[in-house]
Protein backbone atom coordinates (compact mmCIF):
# COMPACT_ATOMS: atom_id res chain seq x y z
CA UNK A 1 0.00 0.00 0.00
CA UNK A 2 1.05 3.57 -0.73
CA UNK A 3 2.09 5.92 2.22
CA UNK A 4 -1.35 7.90 3.07
CA UNK A 5 -1.27 11.49 3.29
CA UNK A 6 -4.72 12.18 5.94
CA UNK A 7 -6.51 16.09 5.81
CA UNK A 8 -6.77 16.31 9.89
CA UNK A 9 -9.84 17.87 10.09
CA UNK A 10 -9.89 18.49 6.48
CA UNK A 11 -6.64 21.47 6.12
CA UNK A 12 -6.97 22.69 9.38
CA UNK A 13 -3.47 24.64 8.96
CA UNK A 14 -4.79 26.35 5.89
CA UNK A 15 -8.68 27.01 6.50
CA UNK A 16 -10.89 26.87 9.46
CA UNK A 17 -11.04 23.09 10.95
CA UNK A 18 -13.57 20.71 10.77
CA UNK A 19 -15.64 23.00 8.08
CA UNK A 20 -16.97 21.68 4.66
CA UNK A 21 -14.23 24.56 3.52
CA UNK A 22 -11.72 22.73 4.76
CA UNK A 23 -12.96 19.43 3.70
CA UNK A 24 -13.44 20.65 0.06
CA UNK A 25 -9.21 22.37 0.57
CA UNK A 26 -7.80 18.71 1.56
CA UNK A 27 -9.57 16.93 -1.60
CA UNK A 28 -8.23 19.56 -3.98
CA UNK A 29 -4.59 19.33 -2.13
CA UNK A 30 -4.61 15.61 -3.40
CA UNK A 31 -4.67 14.44 0.03
CA UNK A 32 -5.78 10.89 0.34
CA UNK A 33 -8.15 10.72 2.82
CA UNK A 34 -9.73 13.13 5.15
CA UNK A 35 -9.79 13.26 9.10
CA UNK A 36 -12.95 14.43 11.01
CA UNK A 37 -14.48 14.27 14.61
CA UNK A 38 -17.98 13.54 15.48
CA UNK A 39 -20.43 14.52 18.59
CA UNK A 40 -24.04 14.48 19.00
CA UNK A 41 -26.19 17.79 19.31
CA UNK A 42 -28.99 17.52 21.73
CA UNK A 43 -31.35 16.61 18.91
CA UNK A 44 -28.96 13.55 18.20
CA UNK A 45 -27.26 14.76 14.89
CA UNK A 46 -23.77 14.01 13.95
CA UNK A 47 -21.81 17.40 14.35
CA UNK A 48 -18.58 17.80 12.74
CA UNK A 49 -16.75 19.07 16.05
CA UNK A 50 -13.17 18.55 17.70
CA UNK A 51 -13.86 19.67 20.98
CA UNK A 52 -17.04 19.14 23.43
CA UNK A 53 -17.85 22.74 23.75
CA UNK A 54 -17.61 25.01 20.96
CA UNK A 55 -15.95 28.28 22.61
CA UNK A 56 -12.41 27.33 20.52
CA UNK A 57 -13.85 26.89 17.41
CA UNK A 58 -16.78 29.08 17.23
CA UNK A 59 -18.32 32.34 18.36
CA UNK A 60 -20.49 30.42 20.52
CA UNK A 61 -19.76 28.75 24.61
CA UNK A 62 -21.00 26.13 25.71
CA UNK A 63 -20.78 22.02 25.44
CA UNK A 64 -22.41 21.08 21.66
CA UNK A 65 -24.07 18.52 23.69
CA UNK A 66 -26.49 21.34 24.99
CA UNK A 67 -27.92 22.70 21.48
CA UNK A 68 -30.03 21.59 19.23
CA UNK A 69 -28.79 21.43 15.39
CA UNK A 70 -30.73 24.53 14.65
CA UNK A 71 -28.93 26.57 17.76
CA UNK A 72 -25.72 25.14 16.45
CA UNK A 73 -26.27 25.96 13.00
CA UNK A 74 -26.43 30.01 13.83
CA UNK A 75 -22.36 29.91 15.09
CA UNK A 76 -19.83 30.72 12.73
CA UNK A 77 -17.29 28.21 12.88
CA UNK A 78 -14.56 30.70 10.95
CA UNK A 79 -14.52 32.59 7.39
CA UNK A 80 -18.18 32.52 7.85
CA UNK A 81 -18.69 28.41 7.42
CA UNK A 82 -21.78 27.05 9.82
CA UNK A 83 -21.44 23.69 11.65
CA UNK A 84 -21.64 20.91 9.21
CA UNK A 85 -22.82 17.76 9.99
CA UNK A 86 -21.22 14.08 8.99
CA UNK A 87 -23.63 13.52 5.87
CA UNK A 88 -23.30 17.31 4.48
CA UNK A 89 -19.44 16.17 4.19
CA UNK A 90 -20.10 13.14 2.58
CA UNK A 91 -22.07 14.94 0.04
CA UNK A 92 -19.50 17.42 -0.20
CA UNK A 93 -16.27 15.71 -0.70
CA UNK A 94 -15.79 12.09 -2.38
CA UNK A 95 -12.36 10.97 -0.75
CA UNK A 96 -12.39 8.40 1.85
CA UNK A 97 -13.39 9.51 5.25
CA UNK A 98 -11.72 8.66 8.90
CA UNK A 99 -14.64 9.42 10.81
CA UNK A 100 -13.45 9.76 15.13
CA UNK A 101 -15.92 8.99 17.59
CA UNK A 102 -15.55 10.48 20.93
CA UNK A 103 -18.36 7.88 22.74
CA UNK A 104 -20.79 4.80 22.33
CA UNK A 105 -23.69 7.00 21.79
CA UNK A 106 -21.68 8.39 18.91
CA UNK A 107 -20.83 5.28 17.86
CA UNK A 108 -24.94 4.05 17.76
CA UNK A 109 -25.59 7.30 15.40
CA UNK A 110 -22.56 6.51 12.71
CA UNK A 111 -23.40 3.47 12.53
CA UNK A 112 -27.05 3.79 11.61
CA UNK A 113 -25.65 6.54 8.85
CA UNK A 114 -23.30 3.67 7.74
CA UNK A 115 -25.63 1.04 6.98
CA UNK A 116 -28.24 3.72 5.40
CA UNK A 117 -25.74 4.62 3.06
CA UNK A 118 -23.43 1.77 2.72
CA UNK A 119 -19.90 3.53 3.96
CA UNK A 120 -18.18 0.79 5.25
CA UNK A 121 -15.81 0.87 1.75
CA UNK A 122 -15.10 4.46 2.50
CA UNK A 123 -15.38 5.04 5.83
CA UNK A 124 -12.69 4.41 8.25
CA UNK A 125 -14.10 4.53 11.79
CA UNK A 126 -11.04 5.71 14.76
CA UNK A 127 -11.69 6.76 18.74
CA UNK A 128 -9.69 7.23 21.54
CA UNK A 129 -11.87 4.96 23.30
CA UNK A 130 -12.05 1.25 23.01
CA UNK A 131 -15.24 0.60 23.79
CA UNK A 132 -16.51 2.97 21.23
CA UNK A 133 -14.74 1.18 17.97
CA UNK A 134 -15.85 -2.37 19.65
CA UNK A 135 -19.63 -0.73 19.67
CA UNK A 136 -19.16 0.15 15.71
CA UNK A 137 -18.01 -3.52 14.68
CA UNK A 138 -20.76 -4.89 16.66
CA UNK A 139 -23.09 -2.82 14.97
CA UNK A 140 -21.60 -3.17 11.61
CA UNK A 141 -19.95 -6.14 10.06
CA UNK A 142 -16.99 -5.38 8.12
CA UNK A 143 -15.90 -1.86 9.61
CA UNK A 144 -12.82 -0.48 9.69
CA UNK A 145 -11.53 0.93 12.73
CA UNK A 146 -8.23 1.96 14.27
CA UNK A 147 -7.98 3.03 17.63
CA UNK A 148 -5.86 6.33 18.29
CA UNK A 149 -3.52 7.66 21.07
CA UNK A 150 -1.84 10.30 22.68
CA UNK A 151 -0.13 9.15 25.29
CA UNK A 152 1.15 5.10 24.69
CA UNK A 153 3.84 2.93 25.43
CA UNK A 154 4.15 -0.36 23.17
CA UNK A 155 1.25 -2.07 25.16
CA UNK A 156 -1.00 0.17 22.49
CA UNK A 157 -0.56 -2.60 20.32
CA UNK A 158 -2.56 -5.19 22.90
CA UNK A 159 -5.05 -2.83 23.25
CA UNK A 160 -5.84 -2.36 18.90
CA UNK A 161 -5.80 -6.26 18.89
CA UNK A 162 -8.01 -6.57 21.72
CA UNK A 163 -10.14 -3.81 20.22
CA UNK A 164 -10.53 -5.45 16.60
CA UNK A 165 -8.47 -2.75 15.74
CA UNK A 166 -6.69 -2.86 12.05
CA UNK A 167 -4.58 -0.03 12.40
CA UNK A 168 -3.18 2.44 15.20
CA UNK A 169 -3.24 6.18 15.16
CA UNK A 170 -0.39 7.51 16.95
CA UNK A 171 0.80 10.48 18.22
CA UNK A 172 4.72 10.83 16.82
CA UNK A 173 6.62 12.60 19.48
CA UNK A 174 6.01 9.13 21.68
CA UNK A 175 6.52 6.57 18.78
CA UNK A 176 9.36 4.16 19.35
CA UNK A 177 11.07 1.65 17.61
CA UNK A 178 9.97 -1.45 20.02
CA UNK A 179 5.78 -0.03 19.15
CA UNK A 180 6.54 -0.61 15.14
CA UNK A 181 7.90 -4.01 16.25
CA UNK A 182 5.10 -5.05 18.18
CA UNK A 183 2.99 -3.53 15.54
CA UNK A 184 4.57 -5.10 11.95
CA UNK A 185 4.12 -9.07 13.91
CA UNK A 186 0.46 -7.78 14.92
CA UNK A 187 0.33 -7.04 11.45
CA UNK A 188 -1.44 -3.61 12.24
CA UNK A 189 -1.14 -0.76 9.95
CA UNK A 190 0.33 2.37 11.94
CA UNK A 191 -0.50 5.84 11.22
CA UNK A 192 1.06 9.27 12.82
CA UNK A 193 0.03 12.75 13.95
CA UNK A 194 0.49 15.47 13.26
CA UNK A 195 3.40 15.81 10.99
CA UNK A 196 3.61 19.24 9.66
CA UNK A 197 7.27 19.57 9.25
CA UNK A 198 10.15 17.91 7.02
CA UNK A 199 11.56 16.74 9.92
CA UNK A 200 8.61 14.82 10.86
CA UNK A 201 8.13 13.59 7.45
CA UNK A 202 11.54 12.02 7.32
CA UNK A 203 10.94 11.08 10.83
CA UNK A 204 7.88 8.79 9.61
CA UNK A 205 9.75 7.39 6.75
CA UNK A 206 12.27 6.18 9.19
CA UNK A 207 9.94 4.31 11.31
CA UNK A 208 8.67 2.71 8.37
CA UNK A 209 4.98 4.45 8.74
CA UNK A 210 2.18 3.60 6.60
CA UNK A 211 0.74 7.49 6.48
CA UNK A 212 0.61 10.77 8.22
CA UNK A 213 -2.16 12.94 9.29
CA UNK A 214 -1.37 16.63 8.70
CA UNK A 215 -2.45 20.30 9.06
CA UNK A 216 -0.05 21.07 5.40
CA UNK A 217 -0.72 19.88 2.04
CA UNK A 218 3.22 20.61 1.43
CA UNK A 219 3.53 17.40 3.15
CA UNK A 220 1.31 15.44 0.14
CA UNK A 221 4.40 16.54 -2.09
CA UNK A 222 6.79 15.45 0.58
Given at each position: MDFLTIGHRGLMGVEPENTLRSFVAAEKAGLDLIELDLHLSKDGALVVMHDATVDRTTDGTGPVADRTLAELRTLDAGSGERIPVFEEVLDAVTAPLQAEIKDVAAAQRLAEVMRERALVERVEVISFHAEAIEEIARLVPGVRTAL?????????????????????????????????????????????????????????????????????????RG
Open positions: VAGRYDAEIVERAVRAGARTMSLNIRRLTLETMERARRAELRVLAWTVNTPEQLRLAYAFGLDGVVTDRPEIR
